[in-house]
Structures are given as C-alpha cells and as structure tokens.
C-alpha cells in the first residue's frame, strides 16, 4: 500500500502532445537524498520512464551547477537555467521506522521559478520501483496536461523453446519490463489475454485438457474460474468498459461469429449472424459500440456496430487487410494491424474511417494495445529465420519513438493495464 499527499501549481512550463512532432523537454533529475541507494534508485525510474516516453531530455547529471542539499529550500533557479533545464526535480527518501519509508519530490519551473508539484509517498522499500513510476505520473501529467502510463502492467504471452515447438506460458511485468513473473506453467497453449478495464483481472483463451476454454484470473490472488465451455474454437475474448461482460468469437460450421456474456448471469448473446468470419472484437470506450474485423466483403476489413450488435458498417477502405482492431481508451481512434505489399503495418485511424495513419511496418507487426492515456501502443514483431521469434515493441502516436520493450524470453500478444490503484 501507498499513501499519497500531493500538492500542484498552475504550469508555465508545459509539452503539447497534440501536436505531431514534439521536442523533447530538457529536464534534470537530482538523485533523491537519504535512505542509501533507495533515493538513487527512485531517480533512476523516474529518469528512465520519462526519457522513454519521448517528450522529455534529461540532462546528464555532469552538467549540474548546483549541489542540491536540502530538498526544501528554494532551488537557484539560474544554476538551472544556465544547463538549459526547463524543469527541476529533486527529493528525498525519509526513514519512518518499521520497515516503511515516506519518499517526497517536488517539480519546479525553473524560468518561471516556481514549484509546480509537491507530493510525498509512504511505503515500503519493496514498492521502490512503483514509488519512482507514480513520480514519473505526476510529472508527465503536471507538463502535458494528460494522465501519465508509467505505473502499469502488461500481460503478455511468453514464448521459449524452439520454433517448432514453442512453449507458451502467461507473464506479466511492469511496462518497461521489470518485475517479470509467469502466471502459467507452460503446461497448455494460452492465448490471447486482455485487461480488464476496471481492475486488475484479464481473461485468456485455454486448451487446459484439449478443450478451448476463456478463463478469468486474478491476478494477485491467482484465483481462477472457466468463464464457458464453448464446443468449438473461441477466439479473442475481451473486456467491456465496465468490466462486466466479455466479448468474444466463436467459430460454428466453419464461420465465426461474434457474441457478448454477461460475467454475472453467464448468458450469452449472438451479435453478428452471417456466413463470414467475424472476429477480434473491441468495444469503444462508453460501451455503445463494437470494432470487428470481418471479411464478409471478400478480405478482411474493419466494422463498427452498434453493441447490440446493430447497423454494422464497414469503416477500412484502403489496400490491403485490416485485423485487430482495439479502441483507443480516449475513444478518438481505432488502432489496428494491416497487411499490405507483403508488409505488416500497425496504424491508426478515426473511428469513422478516416484520417488513417501508419505509425510502423517491418517484417511480421501485430496485435496492437493501447497505455491508458491512449498516447502510445505496445505491439510485437516477429523477426525472421531459424532463431528468430517474437518480440515487444513500443511507438507514440507520431510515429517517432519506437523502442523494443525488454523481455526475458520471446513475447507476443501485449495488453496493457489501466493504471493500478
């Protein structure tokens, strides 16, 4: 558990993300005093995540005039100036006794030469890590205005062994790839899992005894329950908004349609009844309407329907094929996978259909998820050959920032968590 006390300023000094090609900010980040490498260890989670993101430069701490001693004094603001440092941060880590440690940073504008947050955190040593993503929050909201996606998971599907024969197990981790651990043995294929949106819960598809299953596990308690029993394949089981039904694929007489449960009463309702495969289905963020791909039109496309399952319309007119689709949680694009020309391209569009953008192409891209502030998408790209096999990658909205996501084995199929409470 983390207690939290925070207080902010209206920013002078701020990044518009809205905007297509954004300078990254140069910012410093003292390393936090006190309590041995703890403080050092928080900056350093803080200096990483806001440096990934591409909005912020930080300044190699070589560069630094000032020795900041105490955290509570008034920095000299043109010691900071001078390096170029739009924004300061400095803090502390404070022993509480008992094991707990309370952590306080404060975010100052150094050419408006005020403070702009100020928050302290209460826990314990083990939380170190989540401590330094929550600062990393604060700063990335309090200079941009949106919510921040550092303190998140994503749950992925882990793949070793040979090509041929791949073991693939269930893990999760901190979105810039700490904390890694397994929640299946291997034992059984799994597929496909998905966030809940509303708590920290995901659904996955199972061959557990030879039988395709859609499972719901907690994740911390690791309590886990068969949402059916379907006699045929099911595919691409994901959350509603409110966390309260799954949507998903299912495949009869050799096409796929899609149906919607209820995870309280278990029922289950048909929402497309044609002769196509319809499949990978994903609600928008109000839960009024449903993104599908479907090649009822010859090849595979992209549709919009109402979540009844009405007024289904096509929405994907360019070349090539259009899979995965998932709504962005702003709810203002649609982010999707397309082949075309032998490549595999991740982009976006407006859920409408227009103003589609390609943000990345290469060999084999695939299974695009969104970070809660729909800022930014994680997606996995297979590399080729004998040895080669698949792996994480992240990219922002523009296009410009792409970076591998680390993993202790072969990843695929991400899905990002909200932000954890």
């Known amino acids: 558990m983390i207690v939290m006390a925070t207080f902010t300023a209206q920013a002078r000094v701020e990044i518009d993300v809205t905007r297509g090609n954004v300078e990254p900010l140069p910012i410093a980040i003292t390393s936090f005093l006190g309590e041995g490498?703890?403080?050092?260890?928080?900056?350093?989670?803080?200096?990483?995540?806001l440096k990934r993101s591409g909005l912020f430069a930080p300044i190699d701490p070589a560069a630094f005039i000032e020795n900041i001693s105490d955290t509570n004094a008034q920095p000299n603001f043109q010691s900071w100036t001078a390096i170029k440092a739009q924004a300061l941060v400095t803090g502390r880590v404070v022993s509480e006794g008992g094991g707990r440690f309370r952590t306080?940073?404060?975010?100052?504008?150094?050419?408006?030469?005020?403070?702009?947050?100020?928050s302290q955190y209460s826990t314990n040593p083990q939380n170190a890590r989540r401590v330094g993503h929550i600062i990393a929050d604060a700063i990335y909201k309090a200079l941009t205005g949106e919510k921040g996606y550092?303190?998140?998971?994503?749950?992925?599907?882990?793949?070793?062994?040979?090509k041929n024969k791949r073991v693939k197990q269930l893990a999760i981790m901190d979105q810039d790839g700490f904390n890694n651990r397994m929640l299946t043995n291997g034992s059984d294929l799994v597929l496909t899992p998905r966030f809940s949106p509303s708590r920290q819960e995901i659904?996955?598809?199972?061959?557990?005894?030879?039988?395709?299953?859609?499972?719901?596990?907690q994740i911390e308690t690791g309590q886990r329950e068969v949402v059916g029993n379907f006699p045929s394949m099911t595919f691409s089981p994901r959350f509603s908004p409110d966390g309260q039904r799954i949507v998903m694929s299912l495949q009869q007489d050799g096409n796929a349609n899609i149906y919607s449960m209820d995870l309280r009463s278990r029922s289950t309702t048909r929402l497309t009844n044609t002769p196509a495969i319809d499949t990978s289905p994903s609600f928008s963020p109000d839960g009024r309407r449903i993104v599908f791909e479907s090649d009822r039109g010859g090849r595979q496309q992209l549709y919009v329907?109402?979540?009844?399952?009405?007024?289904?319309?096509?929405?994907?007119?360019?070349?090539g094929s259009y899979s995965t689709p998932v709504w962005s949680p702003r709810g203002d694009l649609i982010a999707f996978t397309k082949r075309s020309g032998g490549n595999f391209l991740i982009g976006v569009m407006r859920p409408d259909?227009?103003?589609?953008?390609?943000?990345?192409?290469?060999?084999?891209?695939?299974?695009p998820t969104w970070a809660p502030n729909g800022r930014l998408l994680m997606f996995f790209r297979e590399t080729p050959g004998a040895g080669g096999g698949p792996k994480l990658y992240s990219i922002d909205l523009t296009g410009r920032n792409e970076q591998q996501v680390p993993t202790k084995t072969f990843a695929s199929d991400p899905a990002w968590?909200?932000?954890l409470d």
Do not use: C
Not at 203 to 217: D, K, W
């Open 37 to 49: 490498g703890l403080g050092a260890e928080i900056a350093g989670v803080v200096t990483s995540d």
């Open 104 to 118: 306080e940073f404060r975010l100052w504008d150094t050419y408006g030469g005020e403070q702009l947050v100020g």
């Open 417 to 419: 968590s909200p932000l």
């Open 203 to 217: 659904t996955y598809m199972s061959f557990a005894g030879g039988e395709p299953r859609v499972y719901l596990l």
């Open 353 to 367: 259909g227009k103003g589609e953008r390609i943000l990345t192409e290469g060999y084999h891209n695939e299974g």
């Open 150 to 162: 550092f303190d998140t998971r994503v749950v992925y599907v882990a793949e070793s062994g040979p």
């Open 305 to 319: 329907m109402g979540a009844d399952g009405s007024s289904p319309t096509r929405i994907s007119f360019g070349t």
